[in-house]
């Protein structure tokens, strides 16, 4: 069994940040689960461009509001607490926390993540080396 509290997390190598969001990743591929799970913190007033080409992943927010914009029909979906997205298709959207405050979502990705990853300029996060058997 694993059994994990976030505030053991922060500040190590599981609590990724950059200028627009933090990911706290609660569970990642060596876990053995066969996803990943992470608490995210998306800032307020900010957004980020995303496009899991490698990965899928679901989303359920429980604080803040917010809006993802698909790319490029530019249909967009209101976010707050109790709305789940998946993002099942590998779309490309923007992320956008409203500007009152921060926006914070519980994400899972499968295959899982390492635990390093951050979006590079194309909003990718890259494909995972495989697991030698």
Not at 15 to 39: C, I, N, P, Q, Y
Not at 67 to 75: C, Q, Y
Not at 94 to 111: E, K, S, Y
């Amino acid at each position: 069994m694993i059994v994990r509290r976030l505030k053991d997390i922060l500040n190590t190598t599981r609590d990724v940040k950059t200028e627009t969001w933090a990911s706290r990743r609660l569970l990642l591929r060596d876990d053995g689960m066969g996803f990943s799970m992470h608490e995210t913190t998306i800032f307020a007033g900010t957004q980020t461009h995303i496009w899991y080409k490698n990965h899928l992943e679901a989303v359920y927010c429980v604080e803040g509001s917010g809006e993802v914009e698909l790319i490029p029909s530019g249909e967009v979906f209101r976010i707050e607490p109790g709305t789940i997205y998946a993002l099942n298709k590998n779309d490309r959207h923007w992320l956008r926390a409203d500007a009152g405050a921060d926006m914070r979502l519980v994400c899972t990705f499968n295959p899982a993540l390492v635990g390093t990853e951050v979006h590079d300029a194309d909003g990718v996060y890259a494909a995972a080396p495989e697991v030698a058997a």
